[in-house]
């Protein structure tokens, strides 16, 4: 659904260096999700999080991944000194929190590390 | 925690024939089952989802039915087109609410 905005929609990143992904959920919807997606792979879910509270980062590696999602502004993952294996697809996805609630996915942000 | 299943991995079928997708789930929990569809380096879009109470749900050329007994639920397309050539997924809800996807089927229609 258009109204998710990610941003920005390509990254690169020399080995090392960090990566700041940003979600903007749609209107109205509070719960936002984060996925990755390898190259002709599935999409793995990394982290579920509310307005200040990470509710599930079961998905999330132990190292170097962190996400937020501050009471104003976007939802932020964040990969400190980031590698080769961490290149691929990074979607967030947004819904107003019920369990049956729809998520609609933003256009994604494709990180190529160098 | 939950874990969903979806066979084939990939599909062929000829123009105007239908496909179907088939997905298991583990969570016996699980109440929600959406069906995306993700053509190459775009967003997944929802084409179809079924909530628990209910067994089936069709729109137009797309139907899902779910089975919670034998805890697996399917996606039809009849009467396909080629711009149904894409990438599909299933998934489900786990107990913690948030949603699981199946390892996707690539489909492909022949003309």
């Known amino acids: 659904n258009a109204g998710v905005m990610q941003n920005p929609r390509h990254l690169v990143r020399r080995r090392g260096q960090e990566a700041r992904l940003r979600c903007s959920p749609m209107k109205g919807h509070s719960h936002v999700y984060w996925y990755r997606q390898l190259p002709e792979e599935g999409l793995k879910f990394m982290v579920y999080?509310?307005?200040?509270?990470?509710?599930?980062e079961s998905g999330m590696p132990k190292e170097r991944f962190s996400a937020e999602f501050p009471k104003e502004g976007p939802s932020i993952l964040r990969i400190q000194q980031v590698v080769r294996g961490d290149s691929a697809a990074y979607f967030c996805?947004?819904?107003?929190?019920?369990?049956?609630?729809?998520?609609?996915f933003g256009p994604g942000t494709r990180l190529t590390v160098l | 925690g939950e874990n969903v299943e979806q066979h084939p991995s990939t599909l062929s079928v000829q123009e105007g024939d239908s496909a179907v997708i088939k997905c298991t789930y583990s969570?016996?929990?699980?109440?929600?089952f959406p069906w995306y569809k993700q053509e190459l380096g775009k967003r997944p879009q929802l084409i179809i989802d079924i909530r628990s109470n209910v067994g089936e749900k069709k729109d137009q050329r797309i139907a899902v039915t779910l089975n919670k007994t034998a805890k697996h639920f399917s996606l039809h397309i009849t009467e396909t087109q080629p711009e149904d050539s894409a990438v599909y997924f299933c998934?489900?809800?786990?107990?913690?609410?948030?949603?699981?996807f199946g390892s996707g089927t690539r489909l492909s229609i022949r003309p």
């Open positions: 996805a947004s819904s107003s929190g019920l369990a049956t609630d729809t998520q609609y």
């Open positions: 969570d016996s929990a699980s109440n929600y």
């Open positions: 998934a489900a809800t786990d107990s913690a609410s948030k949603i699981i």
């Open positions: 999080l509310q307005k200040e509270n990470i509710i599930d």
